[in-house]
């Protein structure tokens, strides 16, 4: 695809990209502190300066193409945000039964929610086609890790934990699925797809394990204070070789982090002695800044090309806002359904943070040409985003102040001290 660029040399100079990039970048960090104080999640702030954007774009005649940009960050964003999850992965056997429910939960909640959401595409849609509905369903069926993450920090230590978990095994298992359907030939429900892809991600696991392994022996001997962009390089490189080869190549970056993260279980007993743990973990603490920090970028700057790229006139479209609303309304039925039989009756603010996001539209933007349904209107992404956002920010702003409340009342009750005289023995 070519960059078409139609503008003034003025006012897209290199100094003006500099300074706009720049400017943008502040305003996300802002956002995102604004955010932890008020629970608003920073990516619909970041959608909102897209949209003002688009109209200044337009008021100078500039007309620039961002589907090659988003291309581009579409891939490191995916490759940074599963390494990400990854690495806050703790693979511990005291938290078996959490990582099992959350996983469970997250499975049954995705696979649910994309044939439910599959269904309403083809009652609005005729003549789309049943692997087409499931492609375009799956992107709005996977949690926000990038945004529920930072968002429960002030929820309590186990609710906290169940969100991470079932957010991170969402994005992974997500993203896993998209693939499958997409990468697939013919039906992707018939047995020969569905061997053809357990034998290709078994494969990519192999291989995976033995580049991990090699990375981090290798990688703890080198002395060069450069070598974690080195690190990063290298797992793009594998990243995109893999992908030239048709393997799941996400799995490589997966298995990657949950190695590192977990060190210890990986290299039991006597092979410990080939590790030096102080570089592992240096290595370990600096590549989780990395990504991070690369995250945040991605992430900042694909929320506001998003926001220029929206046609503004699909906001107005009765159609879409049905389409929405009943894909939303469906989120939260499961949701509730799956929540309570699994967690009992102590499911609030729970059932209500399930918030699409990055991932949401990264892979709408990744959905091949050849599946590609014309009239499916980008609309509904971002009703669906915004929607399940402003949902789940009034459930924590609730929550918030239920949990202010109740410690004031326990603050408010005297405590009295009673005068213990011991008998003589």
Request: proline share 3%; glycine share 6%.
């Amino acid at each position: 695809m070519n960059l078409v660029l139609l503008a003034s040399p003025g006012i897209l100079s290199s100094y003006n990209l500099i300074i706009g990039a720049s400017v943008i970048i502040i305003l996300s960090f802002f956002f995102s502190e604004f955010a932890k104080r008020t629970n608003i999640p920073s990516v619909l702030m970041l959608i909102v300066l897209g949209v003002l954007l688009q109209f200044a774009l337009k008021a100078t005649g500039t007309d620039f193409n961002f589907f090659p940009v988003l291309e581009l960050l579409g891939i490191v964003g995916l490759i940074m945000i599963v390494l990400e999850a990854a690495l806050e992965l703790k693979l511990d056997r005291n938290k078996l039964m959490p990582i099992s429910i959350s996983f469970a939960i997250a499975l049954v909640g995705l696979l649910v929610s994309t044939l439910v959401a599959a269904e309403i595409l083809q009652v609005f849609f005729k003549d789309m086609t049943v692997k087409q509905a499931w492609i375009y369903a799956t992107p709005l069926s996977i949690l926000s890790s990038a945004i529920i993450i930072p968002s429960v920090n002030r929820l309590r230590q186990d609710k906290k934990e169940f969100h991470i978990y079932e957010s991170t095994f969402s994005d992974i298992l997500g993203i896993m699925m998209f693939y499958f359907l997409t990468g697939s030939e013919g039906d992707a429900s018939s047995g020969s797809g569905f061997g053809a892809f357990l034998l290709n991600v078994v494969l990519t696991i192999v291989i995976s394990l033995i580049s991990s392994y090699a990375i981090v022996l290798i990688f703890q001997k080198i002395q060069s204070h450069v070598k974690l962009f080195l690190l990063i390089a290298v797992l793009l490189l594998l990243y995109a070789v893999g992908k030239k080869l048709h393997l799941s190549s996400l799995i490589i970056i997966l298995v990657f982090g949950l190695l590192i993260a977990n060190i210890k279980l990986f290299f039991p007993g006597r092979f410990q002695k080939y590790l030096d743990f102080n570089k592992i973990h240096h290595i370990y603490e600096e590549l989780h800044v990395i990504t991070l920090e690369t995250a945040f970028v991605v992430r900042t700057f694909f929320f506001v090309i998003f926001g220029i790229t929206i046609s503004l006139n699909s906001l107005t479209d009765g159609n879409v806002a049905l389409i929405s609303a009943l894909l939303v309304l469906s989120i939260y039925l499961i949701r509730y359904v799956l929540t309570f039989a699994a967690l009992g009756k102590d499911i609030f603010p729970q059932v209500f943070i399930a918030p699409r996001g990055l991932i949401t539209v990264l892979l709408f933007y990744a959905i091949p040409v050849s599946f590609e349904y014309k009239n499916f209107n980008t609309g509904i992404l971002l009703f669906v985003i915004i929607a399940t956002s402003i949902i789940m920010t009034i459930a924590m702003i609730y929550d918030k102040r239920r949990s202010g409340r109740a410690i004031s009342r326990a603050q408010s009750v005297p405590v009295g001290a009673v005068k213990w005289n011991p008998k003589s023995v």
